[in-house]
């Protein structure tokens, strides 16, 4: 596949896993600040979770496994510190957007 290629169905992953399967609860459930924990278990096994769906989306996309735990560890350091407060959702956004630029471009 092309860059082009690459970049657009990396952005459609992206939607798919970022959005429409994160769940409410998982939201709540992956953010350190609102000390959920339970029966759900820590805030990172949330967060962890939900970094995962986001890197099987790249590996899926690009063919290459190390491409989605790259994405996977990104993602997670990115909404950590969107949900700790340290960086806003633009940001947090921006910081996805860029990282599925590099993916792209390493897969092509």
């Not at 899926?60 to 350091?77: K, M, N, R």
Request: glycine share 8%; net charge positive.
């Amino acid at each position: 596949m092309n860059f082009l290629t690459n970049f657009w169905w990396l952005l459609c992953a992206h939607a798919v896993c970022d959005y429409a399967l994160q769940s409410q609860a998982m939201s709540m459930r992956k953010n350190p600040r609102l000390k959920l924990g339970g029966h759900a278990g820590p805030w990172w096994w949330s967060m962890r979770a939900h970094s995962l769906i986001n890197g099987a989306g790249v590996s899926l996309v690009t063919g290459i496994w190390w491409l989605g735990v790259a994405e996977s560890v990104v993602h997670f350091i990115a909404d950590t510190s969107k949900c700790l407060g340290r960086i806003n959702t633009e940001q947090d956004q921006i910081t996805h957007l860029i990282s599925k630029v590099v993916w792209a471009l390493c897969a092509f």
